[in-house]
């Protein structure tokens, strides 16, 4: 079974440009979550949707961040403007039940 | 507030002997955790999970401990192999908002040949 697909791996960006990430989730899965993972720290849930539709936004900083999940599959998360403290490592999951997501490789953003 | 806690930010521990990773929580109502294992440039995998209707699971060398009483959980892993050099994850399952895990800071595990 293929696994979460993020891109890119890796992006740099300056503070106030935007970015985009893309994640692919297990087919079949219909859970997906995205967490920002800053260095030192454990993942911290960002969203979190059921199909298309959001259960969960409560720690997205929505003056900036944006995420959608197109026809309940795909989904991706934007930052504009960035900031020097949006660096971190942009993770992706997937899962069928609660108790079992599966997380990408993940993308490791770093604004300058 | 950090409601998952694992306290040691990095253990080293000499190959073939026992790893043990610590982690506490605050919320009386979590009743499910996980431990998550994540290796550099990758995203993490998940380990082994425990029920608060259970006090240990075992799978392999490893095995999951949980004190509901005492709000602690910890991994136990024997022997330990240089193979096992990563940084874990404990996670709880907040079922209140939807399912979504709440994971601590991480320990960085060190096995030394």
């Known amino acids: 079974e293929a696994g979460v697909a993020q891109s890119p791996r890796y992006k740099i960006i300056e503070k106030r440009q935007s970015v985009a990430f893309w994640c692919n989730p297990i087919s079949g899965h219909a859970t997906l979550y995205w967490y920002q993972q800053i260095l030192g720290q454990g993942p911290k849930l960002l969203i979190q949707f059921q199909n298309n539709g959001v259960v969960d936004d409560s720690q997205l900083p929505k003056d900036r961040f944006s995420a959608e999940r197109l026809k309940g599959v795909d989904s991706t998360l934007k930052i504009q403007p960035a900031k020097l403290e949006d660096s971190a490592v942009y993770l992706c999951?997937?899962?069928?039940?609660?108790?079992?997501?599966?997380f990408g490789q993940g993308t490791r953003l770093t604004v300058v | 507030d950090q409601q998952v806690k694992q306290n040691s930010p990095s253990l080293s521990v000499q190959e073939g002997r026992i790893s043990i990773l610590n982690c506490d929580y605050t919320n009386s109502m979590f009743d499910y955790f996980l431990w998550y294992k994540k290796y550099p440039a990758e995203g993490p995998t998940f380990l082994i999970s425990i029920s608060s209707i259970k006090d240990k699971n075992e799978d392999g060398r490893f095995t999951v401990f949980l004190n509901k009483s005492a709000k602690h959980l910890s991994l136990h892993i024997v022997p330990s192999q240089p193979g096992d050099s990563a940084v874990y994850f404990c996670a709880a399952v907040d079922y209140n908002q939807g399912g979504k895990l709440i994971f601590g800071q991480g320990t960085e595990l060190s096995v030394k040949p």
């Open positions: 999951a997937s899962s069928f039940r609660t108790e079992e997501a599966f």
